[in-house]
Each structure stands twice: as structure tokens, then as C-alpha cells.
């Protein structure tokens, strides 16, 4: 039992979670106990510490704008303003509020008001799918469209929205790069004639991207209905996160061990045989760092491209809320930045399983 | 009537101008159907340049190697080889290993027909409890067996093996010694074998090979060993004229090598240098 768990918390990547399971059934004590020290308390404290760090940096930016408002009013209205001023800014006053880093509570609020914010807004497209089922029948009997929500988006449905656009990016990316890069690894002329497509798109910005796509795609789907912000963010972000997979996979494919090369040799293995049965497999390791890379590339350059692409998602969100200026869209920005974060670590911990799972030197 | 596997004047270098270094030259080398013969040599001798030749892996410079009368040319499932590195596939298991040798040289036969086949063969050195294992859960010895059966289940004309023991620990290479010599002596497939073991080539050829130094290295005088067969290891052993065999050679090989290190010997000057003391400072140029 004890060892699975342990097996599953490697798996996953959780392995220093192993000594806390070993000094919770009593094995040797004293010295899980320091690993437990080293490699879980020390940082929890890590964590206290950053925060108490952002708390107090929080304070004193808050101090410094508070001080700046109270003098400027003194300044336009006089002393008896500003006293009111100050007054209002010390009791609370969400509208008199100055506008600066939010503290570690201030976003706890944040996510907390969030939160409600979605329970409501998805309890209100509940009702509204209650009230319109009825009608919906009639009208797909009748071969119309259903009538669907229209409403505010709540950030979980941003959160929704963009992991399927970075899917969408990622598939891409792979669906372009894996099959480009096995070619180029085959193939040294080719890899000669296109490294300079790789070298000088690789680092070209996703802004640009954005643009060159959809300066494409307004041409191409001139006339379509399909949604077109999600189409060119998504071809954006498959574009600029897929160079990473096809160096990998390239590199991967024209460094096969000799050894095995060899083995297909003496066997004489047909072109086909050699790559799916040799070369493929040999550089599936290879293959999978690059696709971990490719997805957290797509998921740094998503909230960018969303941003600029007026597509629905956490970039816009962002943005939105940055426009916004409401007393808490600071602390919701902070919000959807570690929300940004632990969606990133996930994304590359499933990823790290499933390379796992493909890679025959993971044992 | 020209030899089963025949070697004519072959030579073989690699780099050029300055760089250039002969490994092998002027190797003539003929062997019959069904003969078993030993090349020992000394470690950088060129040994593996030779096997990788007649393997077809690399080509020669000069010469030509002809089997059954034909002129090789490129590898080829018609000779089996057996790498010191084992060079199993890591993903495949011990019989995927083999089913992909056995698929490519007898693509015609059945499923059925193939796996008894392939498991004949995985019989044959003793790793039917293993046969769904991946390499990596096998040891070394375990390993090379697999590249045996893998060899041999290809049913080649000749059985190519570089070091094929070199890897492994005393006690695993006796035992595989006596599995080679009894897989042998049952198919009877034409064999070169490649050691640096001179008691291994004894124990196992018809004809122990010595290679002489490189670079420009080449074949020595041969030696005919003609215990009878099927051959025992410790009745060897025993045996007096395994005793001369053994000196014959490894004389032969001290004095080829001798001869090399006399010529090979360019006289190191030690430069005259007396210590400093160390807490002298140095002036500051």
C-alpha cells in the first residue's frame, strides 16, 4: 500500500512527499524527520515568509499613495478636504480607496469575490437554460438554432476557454512540429536548407504571430461564421510554441544511438520499418521534453495573445479588469496570475506523466 | 573453388593526409562452411574494424570480401551479428527484439509459425522465463543471450560475433562459453569470432587467428586447434596440449607486440627541473 502511494506521488512528481509518509509509519525517525524539515517545512516557511514579504511591501505602497491623495486634495481643495480625506481613506471608503499593490488578504478577497461571481453567474445561466429549454425544443423541431446565453462570461468559464484554446495551440504545434521534425532529422540537406526558417522565426515575438495570423485568417474565413478570435489565437500560439518540438524532435531523430542504427542496418530494415520500429521510439524521449516545453511556451504566450485578440480567456481577463479599475480588479489580477501559475505547473506535470508513460528509459 | 568466406587483400584507414592511420592492411583470410575461427588481438588492434567489415557496416579501402563467391556489399540478414554492446532495442521486449529480426528475414511466415520459431530460439539460451522482459530488466548476461538468439534465430550464413563476452564477469562468460560452443555445435554455422580472450578462442575455434598490432594491422600465423568436439571446459583445461596451445600464442602475441612497442618507441626526455620553494614570492612581471 505504503509503497504504491509512493510510487504514484514519484509519478506525479510529488516524490518528496515519500518521507512524510515514512515518519508518519514510524521509520526511522530521526532521520526522515530532517527530510521533512528540508523538504516540506522549510517551504511552507518559504511561503509564510513571501508572504509576509508581499504584506509588507503592499502596506508601504499603500502608505505612499494614500499620503500622495491626501496631499493632493490639500493641494485642489484645501486642509478641511483633506482631513475628510483622510478620514474617509482610514475608514475604508471603498471609493476614496488608493489604487496600489494589493496585499496577500486584499487578493484572498479577491479570489473569494470571484468565486461568488461565478456561483452566480452559472446559477444564472442555469435558470436561463431552465427557462429556454422549452422554447429550444420548439425551435430545433422547427430546424431554427437554439437560443443559447449570452451573458458574462465568470472566470472559471475564462479559465475554461483558455485551456481550449491552448489545447487547441498545442495540438497544432504537435501536429505540425513532430512530423517536420522527424523529416529534418532524416534529412541533413534539408536541415541545412530550412535551419534559417527556424533560426529566425523561433524568436520572433507571439505579438507578431498574432498579427501574421490574422492577417491570414481575416482573408481565408472572410465569409465564415465560425469564431474567428478563437481560430487566430489558437494557430498563434501552435506557431510560436512549436519551434521548441521541432529542434527537439529533429535533434532527437538525427541522434539516434549508432547501436540501434546499426541493429537496423544489419537487418536491413526498409525506410518505414527504420523510422516506426528504430528511430521513432529511440527518439520518443527526445520528442516529449520538447512537447513539455511547447505546452508551457503555449500556455506563457496564450495570456498574451488573448489579450491582443480580444478572445475570450484569462488574457482578457486580465486586461479587462486592468481597464476596469474597480477598488479590487488589482487583487483579481493578482488572482488570475497565480490561478496562470498553478495551471502552468499542472500542464507540465501531466505532461511529465504522460512522457512517462511513452518513454522506455523511464524506468 | 574459392572459400566460403573469403577476405582478399583488404585494408582499411580512416582520416586522411597527416591524419591518416592505417588499421588494417593486407588481410587475407579464408574460411570454410561450417568452421569456427577465433581472431584475438589486442585491445585498439582493429579488431572491430574487421568485423564491421565483413558485417558490412563499413567498406573497405582496398580489396574485396566475397561470400559463397559473391562480393558483399552492405550489410545483410545473410550474416548474423552479434555486438559487444548487445544492442537491443530498449523499448522492445527480449521476443519483440527478435520478431524484428525474424519479420524482416522471414516475411513470409505465419504468426503462428513465427513465434514458435522465435521461442525456439529464446529455448535455445535459456530465457523462456524472460521472454515478455525488457532489456533493461535483464542483466548483462541475459542481455547478450538475447542478441545470440536474435542472431541466430535470423538463421544466417555466418555468425558474425564482436566480443560478445568482453562485458561480462568471469563466471557469466564461462557459462556462455559452453553455450556458445554447444549452440554450435548443434546448427554448425559458419562463425567469427573476435576476442581478446586468447584461453576463449582456444576453448571454442577451429582456428585461433592472432592479429598483429596496428596500425596497419594484419593477420599473424594461425594456429589449428583440434580438441574434439563436442569440447568440455574443465577436460580442456586439463588438458596438456591446451597448455602449449595457450604459451604458443600468447608468446607469439608477446613478441608481435614487443616489436611493436620497440618501433612504436620514441625516447621521453623528462626536462631538467628543479622544485621551487613555494613560499618564495615571485616577482611581478
Redesign the interface.
Known amino acids: 500500500m505504503d509503497s504504491k502511494i509512493k510510487q504514484a506521488l514519484k509519478w506525479i512528481g510529488l516524490g518528496f512527499l515519500e518521507p512524510l509518509i515514512n515518519l508518519i509509519r514510524g521509520k526511522e525517525v530521526q532521520k526522515n524527520t530532517r527530510l521533512v524539515l528540508r523538504q516540506i517545512v522549510v517551504p511552507i516557511l518559504s511561503v509564510f515568509i513571501f508572504l509576509g514579504a508581499c504584506d509588507y511591501g503592499a502596506q508601504y505602497l499603500y502608505n505612499i499613495e494614500r499620503e500622495r491623495k491626501i496631499e493632493k486634495t490639500r493641494a485642489t481643495l484645501g486642509d478641511a478636504e483633506a482631513l475628510k480625506m483622510q478620514q474617509s481613506i482610514d475608514a475604508g471608503d471603498l471609493s476614496n480607496k488608493p489604487n496600489s499593490l494589493p496585499s496577500p488578504s486584499d487578493v484572498k478577497n479577491g479570489a473569494i469575490a470571484l468565486w461568488e461571481d461565478h456561483q452566480m453567474v452559472s446559477a444564472k445561466k442555469k435558470a436561463f437554460e431552465e427557462k429556454t429549454a422549452a422554447l429550444n425544443k420548439q425551435r430545433k423541431a422547427a430546424g431554427q438554432d437554439p437560443i443559447t446565453y449570452t451573458g458574462r462570461p465568470s472566470f472559471v468559464d475564462q479559465i475554461i476557454t483558455s485551456l481550449k484554446t491552448v489545447f487547441a495551440g498545442f495540438l497544432l504545434a504537435a501536429l505540425l512540429a513532430i512530423p517536420a521534425g522527424i523529416v529534418l532529422g532524416l534529412s541533413p540537406t534539408l536541415r541545412s536548407a530550412l535551419n534559417w526558417v527556424i533560426q529566425i522565426f523561433k524568436p520572433v515575438s507571439p505579438v507578431v504571430w498574432l498579427l501574421l495570423v490574422s492577417m491570414v485568417v481575416k482573408t481565408v474565413l472572410a465569409n465564415s461564421t465560425s469564431d474567428k478570435s478563437f481560430i487566430i489565437s489558437f494557430i498563434s500560439v501552435g506557431l510560436c510554441s512549436m519551434w521548441a518540438t521541432l529542434v527537439n524532435t529533429a535533434m532527437g531523430v538525427s541522434s539516434v544511438d549508432k547501436?540501434?542504427l546499426?541493429?537496423s542496418?544489419?537487418?536491413?530494415?526498409g525506410v518505414f520499418?527504420n523510422v516506426f520500429?528504430?528511430i521513432l521510439?529511440?527518439s520518443?524521449p527526445m520528442i516529449f521534453t520538447g512537447l513539455r516545453i511547447t505546452l508551457s511556451v503555449s500556455w506563457m504566450v496564450l495570456i498574451a495573445i488573448e489579450l491582443l485578440a480580444q478572445s475570450p480567456g484569462l488574457g482578457s481577463f486580465v486586461w479587462e479588469e486592468f481597464q476596469n479599475g474597480a477598488n479590487d480588479s488589482n487583487a483579481k489580477i493578482i488572482v488570475a496570475m497565480f490561478v496562470i501559475g498553478f495551471i502552468g505547473f499542472g500542464l507540465d506535470r501531466l505532461m511529465m506523466v504522460i512522457q512517462k508513460f511513452a518513454s522506455?528509459?523511464s524506468? | 573453388m574459392a572459400a566460403f568466406l573469403e577476405l582478399r587483400n583488404v585494408s582499411k584507414g580512416y582520416g586522411s593526409g597527416e591524419n591518416r592511420v592505417e588499421v588494417l592492411k593486407n588481410i587475407n583470410l579464408s574460411i570454410e562452411e561450417g568452421e569456427f575461427i577465433a581472431i584475438v588481438g589486442f585491445t585498439g588492434s582493429g579488431k572491430t574494424t574487421l568485423i564491421s567489415l565483413i558485417?558490412g557496416?563499413i567498406e573497405p579501402d582496398e580489396g574485396e570480401i566475397l561470400l559463397k563467391g559473391q562480393k558483399i556489399n552492405?550489410?545483410?540478414?545473410d550474416?548474423?551479428?552479434i555486438?559487444q554492446?548487445y544492442?537491443l532495442?530498449?523499448?522492445?521486449s527480449v521476443f519483440g527484439n527478435i520478431e524484428?529480426?525474424v519479420k524482416?528475414?522471414f516475411p513470409n511466415m505465419s504468426p503462428v509459425d513465427r513465434a514458435d520459431h522465435i521461442a525456439k530460439y529464446i529455448e535455445m539460451v535459456n530465457l523462456t522465463p524472460a521472454i515478455q522482459k525488457?532489456p533493461?530488466?535483464l542483466s548483462g548476461g541475459m542481455r547478450q543471450r538475447v542478441s545470440v538468439a536474435r542472431a541466430l534465430a535470423?538463421d544466417p550464413e555466418v555468425l558474425l560475433m564482436d566480443e560478445p563476452l568482453s562485458a561480462l564477469d568471469a563466471l557469466t562468460r564461462g557459462t556462455l562459453q559452453m553455450e556458445i560452443e554447444k549452440i554450435w555445435y548443434e546448427s554448425r554455422k559458419t562463425v567469427v569470432l573476435i576476442t581478446n580472450d586468447v584461453d576463449e578462442g582456444i576453448l571454442l575455434a577451429d582456428r585461433v587467428i592472432p592479429l598483429t598490432p596496428g596500425p596497419g594491422a594484419t593477420l599473424g600465423t594461425e594456429y589449428k586447434i583440434g580438441f574434439s568436439r563436442p569440447r568440455d571446459k574443465a577436460a580442456i583445461n586439463a588438458d596438456p596440449n591446451f597448455k602449449k596451445e595457450r604459451n604458443d600464442i600468447i608468446n607469439y602475441l608477446d613478441e608481435i607486440g614487443q616489436h611493436r612497442s620497440v618501433n612504436n618507441g620514441e625516447e621521453y626526455v623528462l626536462p631538467d627541473l628543479q622544485p621551487k620553494y613555494l613560499s618564495t614570492k615571485l616577482p611581478l612581471i
Do not use: C, H, T
Not at chain 1, 542496418?265 to 530494415?269: G, H, P, S, T, Y
Not at chain 2, 552492405?74 to 540478414?77: F, I, K, N, V
Open positions: 547501436d540501434y546499426n541493429v542496418k544489419v537487418l536491413r530494415l520499418s520500429k528504430v521510439p529511440a520518443i522506455f528509459d524506468k | 558485417a557496416l552492405g550489410p545483410g540478414p550474416r548474423g551479428v555486438f554492446n544492442s532495442l530498449p523499448w522492445l524484428l529480426a524482416q528475414v525488457k533493461s530488466e535470423m
